[in-house]
């Protein structure tokens, strides 16, 4: 048991190590693509990218946490997984063809309103979403096979094969906006290319046990929870990813371009964090598993120092803006687009208390609470996309002040929900157990 556990923990460690590297590689690519590209070129690409990040988190990601934690499931239990995988298949098939069909249907709408009449976006668009179908897939197997150093060589591979065409456009190999969006149509594909070789390595053995109780393990099976937990994710991508689009339909595609490089004041910290987040679940996990006095201290004790440590990143980040924000952003992004410091300190101001409204969720489900601490995300999540909607005047001033606001008012509620538990007995998760492997992937989602 003890080499299957320190096998588990140093996988899972490569894993955080991927998010972080893959954070750094996606922050490398924005940067490129803003140097080369037009302001109206580059915001096409913004706009590409978010569509298609928040349409795939939306769409794909339930099958992935779902399949997590059924095979997880199963593997405990010795259990065969093959009518599991069949029926994830089936329903990840049927979602992404009916995803497709929607958007062939609107084709002209979608090329007019979000593309600048672009049809090479669009198709971009439509091949990303089916590599990110089969993407997810593979995620949920993966993780629910406990195979997390095979799961961060997919997210390198896929950053990576997208960097790889933005470095060559940045070069002069290639010019344009069109092999940019080659590489993120074909990413989610160049990640699976090392899956068949790496699996072979450790063939899965016999399964030959029975589910607990004798009944069917279906894919619905803990539905209450991973409800929670989707709802998690669908706010963030709201909150974080969605600023870009409400500036796009104001302005157009080069001001989504210029609110996206404001927004990645946030954006870079928070993939950074995802690396910390994987890592901070299983341990505030574990310590609340202990049901002592010595574990209760030490939950509180490390929620508290990540807090602190949080808070003295966002406060000099905040003051850096100030003093040189504009230089540095020009410095990075090319002098396509002029910042205002002010406008980066309130990102980044809202930067710090999402950090902290990150750090609160994980403490959250540690105690068992993900039902509660959902219904937080989502009422900030429709205040955010109120105040885009109602905003008369500077569309910018309303995606930053809205996201500020939107998530200090998200790290105020959580942290009641942390200060007062409630728990739900459906809502617990042990240490090891396969919801823990559900929240770690929801901790560890690309902030597109």
Same mark, same amino acid.
């Given at each position: 048991?003890?080499?299957?556990?320190?096998?588990?923990?140093?996988?899972?460690?490569?894993?955080?190590?991927?998010?972080?590297?893959?954070?750094?590689?996606?922050?490398?690519?924005? +940067?490129?693509?803003?140097?080369?590209?037009?302001?109206?070129?580059?915001?096409?690409?913004?706009?590409?990218?978010?569509?298609?990040?928040?349409?795939?988190?939306?769409?794909?990601?339930?099958?992935?946490?779902?399949?997590?934690?059924?095979?997880?499931?199963?593997?405990?239990?010795?259990?065969?997984?093959?009518?599991?995988?069949?029926?994830?298949?089936?329903?990840?098939?049927?979602?992404?063809?009916?995803?497709?069909?929607?958007?062939?249907?609107?084709?002209?709408?979608?090329?007019?309103?979000?593309?600048?009449?672009?049809?090479?976006?669009?198709?971009?668009?439509?091949?990303?979403?089916?590599?990110?179908?089969?993407?997810?897939?593979?995620?949920?197997?993966?993780?629910?096979?406990?195979?997390?150093?095979?799961?961060?060589?997919?997210? +390198?591979?896929?950053?990576?094969?997208?960097?790889?065409?933005?470095?060559?456009?940045?070069?002069?190999?290639?010019?344009?906006?069109?092999?940019?969006?080659?590489?993120?149509?074909?990413?989610?594909?160049?990640?699976?290319?090392?899956?068949?070789?790496?699996?072979?390595?450790?063939?899965?053995?016999?399964?030959?046990?029975?589910?607990?109780?004798?009944?069917?393990?279906?894919?619905?099976?803990?539905?209450?929870?991973?409800?929670?937990?989707?709802?998690?994710?669908?706010?963030?991508?709201?909150?974080?990813?969605?600023?870009?689009?409400?500036?796009?339909?104001?302005?157009?595609?080069? %001001?989504?371009?210029?609110?996206?490089?404001?927004?990645?004041?946030?954006? %870079?910290?928070?993939?950074?964090?995802?690396?910390?987040?994987?890592?901070?679940?299983?341990?505030?996990?574990?310590?609340?598993?202990?049901?002592?006095?010595?574990?209760?201290?030490?939950?509180?004790?490390?929620?508290?120092?990540?807090?602190?440590?949080?808070?003295?990143?966002?406060?000099?980040?905040?003051?850096?803006?100030?003093?040189?924000?504009?230089?540095?952003?020009?410095?990075?992004?090319?002098?396509?687009?002029?910042?205002?410091?002010?406008?980066?300190?309130?990102?980044?101001?809202?930067?710090?208390?999402?950090?902290?409204?990150?750090?609160?969720?994980?403490?959250?489900?540690?105690?068992?609470?993900?039902?509660?601490?959902?219904?937080?995300?989502?009422?900030?999540?429709?205040?955010?996309?109120?105040?885009?909607?109602? %905003?008369?005047?500077?569309?910018?001033?309303?995606?930053?002040?809205?996201?500020?606001?939107?998530?200090?008012?998200?790290?105020?509620?959580?942290?009641?929900?942390?200060?007062?538990? %409630?728990?739900?007995?459906?809502?617990?998760?042990?240490?090891?157990?396969?919801?823990?492997?559900?929240?770690?992937?929801?901790?560890?989602?690309?902030?597109?």
């Amino acid at each position: 048991m003890s080499g299957s556990t320190g096998a588990y923990g140093r996988s899972a460690a490569g894993l955080t190590m991927a998010l972080a590297a893959g954070g750094v590689l996606t922050y490398v690519f924005f +940067i490129l693509a803003s140097r080369s590209l037009g302001e109206d070129q580059y915001g096409e690409i913004v706009v590409l990218w978010s569509v298609v990040f928040i349409v795939a988190s939306t769409l794909y990601r339930p099958i992935e946490q779902l399949l997590a934690r059924t095979l997880a499931e199963r593997d405990h239990a010795g259990a065969p997984a093959g009518d599991a995988l069949r029926t994830a298949a089936v329903i990840q098939l049927g979602i992404c063809a009916a995803t497709l069909a929607v958007l062939l249907v609107f084709r002209g709408t979608l090329e007019d309103r979000l593309f600048s009449e672009n049809p090479g976006l669009y198709w971009a668009m439509l091949v990303s979403l089916a590599g990110f179908a089969c993407a997810y897939f593979a995620r949920g197997f993966l993780a629910g096979r406990g195979r997390f150093s095979i799961y961060a060589a997919l997210l +390198i591979g896929e950053t990576g094969f997208r960097l790889v065409f933005a470095v060559l456009v940045a070069i002069g190999i290639f010019e344009g906006a069109g092999p940019i969006a080659l590489g993120i149509a074909l990413a989610p594909f160049f990640g699976l290319l090392p899956i068949p070789l790496m699996m072979r390595r450790a063939p899965a053995g016999p399964a030959t046990g029975e589910l607990p109780g004798g009944s069917d393990l279906t894919l619905g099976a803990g539905g209450a929870f991973a409800g929670a937990v989707l709802l998690m994710m669908l706010s963030e991508q709201v909150l974080v990813s969605s600023g870009a689009l409400f500036v796009r339909a104001a302005e157009g595609a080069a %001001a989504a371009g210029f609110m996206f490089n404001i927004l990645l004041v946030a954006r %870079a910290p928070l993939v950074l964090f995802q690396a910390i987040a994987a890592s901070l679940l299983p341990h505030l996990t574990r310590q609340r598993a202990r049901g002592d006095a010595e574990g209760d201290d030490a939950f509180r004790d490390s929620l508290h120092k990540t807090m602190w440590l949080i808070a003295a990143f966002a406060g000099a980040t905040t003051i850096g803006v100030l003093a040189i924000g504009p230089q540095v952003m020009q410095l990075a992004f090319g002098d396509n687009f002029d910042y205002d410091r002010i406008d980066l300190a309130i990102v980044a101001v809202g930067m710090g208390f999402y950090l902290v409204a990150a750090s609160l969720n994980q403490a959250a489900l540690a105690q068992g609470q993900a039902h509660r601490a959902a219904w937080r995300w989502v009422i900030c999540a429709i205040l955010f996309v109120v105040i885009n909607l109602t %905003a008369n005047g500077d569309p910018f001033l309303a995606v930053e002040a809205g996201y500020a606001v939107c998530s200090a008012l998200l790290a105020l509620l959580l942290y009641a929900v942390y200060r007062r538990p %409630a728990p739900r007995a459906d809502d617990r998760i042990a240490p090891g157990s396969a919801e823990e492997i559900q929240a770690r992937l929801a901790a560890s989602d690309e902030v597109g």
